[in-house]
């Protein structure tokens, strides 16, 4: 599978506000989702704390802000349960957040993103909990 261009960063696409909103949303769904909840519960200590360092983030993907601070594969990879049906379900309910946003263009770049990094953590997380196996891509048209 040939990854879709990620978009460039545009902060004249989106406010703050909509990337706020966006993560604040996603979360909202993801802490109530029966397989993703658990999850974030358990490792999400301070949810300010997180909400603020994902807003970042998303500034920084999708409006070229620098405020992001941090190494997302690492965080990832200590997690001792994940595995692809968990990454597909979090960018199932990233979709459904981003559609409900009412943004296209957020929602295109945003999802764009997401399938990138969601790829990319998947890939990150096989080749250290499974070095002996190859590593599978991580199937997003099925999501």
């Known amino acids: 599978m040939i990854p879709r261009p990620i978009p460039e960063p545009s902060p004249d696409l989106y406010t703050e506000e909509e990337v706020s909103k966006l993560v604040h949303e ?3 769904k993801a802490r109530k989702d029966a397989a993703l ?26 409006r070229g802000t620098s405020r992001f601070r941090g190494a997302p594969m690492p965080k990832h990879i200590a997690l001792p349960e994940l595995n692809e049906t968990l990454f597909k379900r979090w960018l199932q309910l990233f979709r459904q957040t981003t559609l409900e946003l009412g943004n296209p ?3 295109q770049h945003a999802d764009t993103v997401a399938e990138f990094i969601a790829g ?24």
């Open 26 to 28: 996603f979360y909202a």
């Open 105 to 107: 263009l957020l929602k």
């Open 120 to 143: 990319r953590l998947w890939m990150g997380y096989q080749m250290s909990h499974f070095p002996h196996r190859e590593p599978a891509d991580l199937n997003t048209s099925e999501v």
């Open 37 to 62: 909840g658990p999850i974030f519960e358990e490792h999400v200590i301070d949810w300010d704390a997180h909400f603020v360092q994902m807003t970042n983030f998303w500034s920084a993907q999708l």
